[in-house]
C-alpha cells in the first residue's frame, strides 16, 4: 500500500534550477525519513540527499553540495528536491525513497534532463 510517485523533471538548460516533489501515502510520513536517489544513463544510482522526519537534510554526493537542498512538509505528505544551478552531468532519473522496517520503497522515478 505504500506508494511513493515523483513528478517535476524536465528539461532544462544548464544554470537552471527545477524543484522535484515526491508524494508519499500508504504509511505515517511524518515519522520516516525520506530519500532522494539519481540514476544517470548507464550508471549506478547514487544517494543524493536524505530529509529527517523534521526536515534536517544531508548532502551525501559531493558534486551536488550547495546547489540541490532537500525539504519536506509533513501536512502535505511530500518531499522536495530544490535543484538550482544544473549541469549537464545532473541529467538522470531521480527517485524518492524510504525505508520501512526491512523493506526499501521506490517510486517509478521522474527524469531530469539538463542540455541546452
Known amino acids: 500500500q505504500v506508494q511513493l510517485v515523483e513528478s517535476g523533471g524536465d528539461l532544462v538548460q544548464p544554470g537552471g534550477s527545477l524543484r522535484l516533489s515526491c508524494a508519499a501515502s500508504?504509511?505515517?510520513?511524518?515519522?520516516?525519513?525520506m530519500s532522494w536517489y539519481r540514476q544517470p544513463p548507464g550508471k549506478e544510482r547514487e544517494l543524493v540527499a536524505a530529509?529527517?522526519?523534521?526536515?534536517?537534510?544531508?548532502n551525501y554526493a559531493d558534486s551536488v553540495k550547495g546547489r540541490f537542498t532537500g525539504s519536506r512538509v509533513n501536512a502535505k505528505n511530500t518531499v522536495y528536491l530544490q535543484m538550482n544551478s544544473l549541469k549537464p552531468e545532473d541529467t538522470a532519473k531521480y527517485y524518492c525513497?524510504?525505508?520501512?522496517?526491512?523493506?526499501?520503497?521506490w517510486g517509478q522515478g521522474t527524469q531530469v534532463t539538463v542540455s541546452s
Open positions: 525513497n524510504v525505508v520501512i522496517g526491512d523493506t526499501s520503497y
Open positions: 500508504g504509511f505515517t510520513f511524518s515519522r520516516f525519513s
Open positions: 530529509i529527517t522526519s523534521v526536515g534536517l537534510s544531508r
